[in-house]
């Protein structure tokens, strides 16, 4: 369910943008569920139950970036920090071994870097310069892929509007944040 988009503009800036609707039981609801937020020297757009959303946004106690390779910073005491964070909130599972979360992320770092958190942990760098998640993640990475000469924002905004118009489970407003 739900649709969050992001773009790495020529200045090393990121830009993000997320649908607003939540599942309520059977219902869903276009509150004021934000996807997109700012946390310290990161830009967040997560999609999954709300309160992994929440997680994400208020509890887990972030790191600051390190030195050297932000990669390896990145899968290892970042995605620690959400794990503890998940478990401790009682939204990690763990099946013959294997730990994951029901949700995922888009992570911007300052200086330019877009890592995608998987639910099972692990990290990815969006090299293409652009990524999206949730339902609405193909359409959206479509608009994306076909939109390179038009501004970030727009090109986010379209790829919502897509998203919102071929599929049930992305819905206005959209909310956009930026940091460099």
Known sequence: ??????????????WMGGDSLVASGSELLPV?????????????????????????????????????????????????????????????????????????????VRGGRLFLLNSDFTIHEAEAGYVAIGGGRAHALAVLYDRADFAPKVRIERALKAAQFLGSTVREPFYFESIR
């Open 1 to 14: 369910m739900s649709c969050v988009a992001a773009v790495v503009d020529e200045h090393k800036r990121i």
């Open 32 to 108: 004021d569920g934000r996807k997109v937020f700012i946390r310290g020297p990161y830009l967040i757009g997560a999609v999954g139950p709300c309160r992994f959303r929440q997680i994400m946004r208020f509890t887990a106690a972030l790191p600051e970036p390190e030195e050297g390779c932000i990669f390896e910073f990145m899968a290892t005491k970042f995605t620690e920090a959400v794990r503890s964070a998940a478990r401790s909130a009682g939204h990690a599972t763990n099946e013959q071994g294997r730990e994951s979360m029901n949700g995922c992320a888009l992570v911007g």
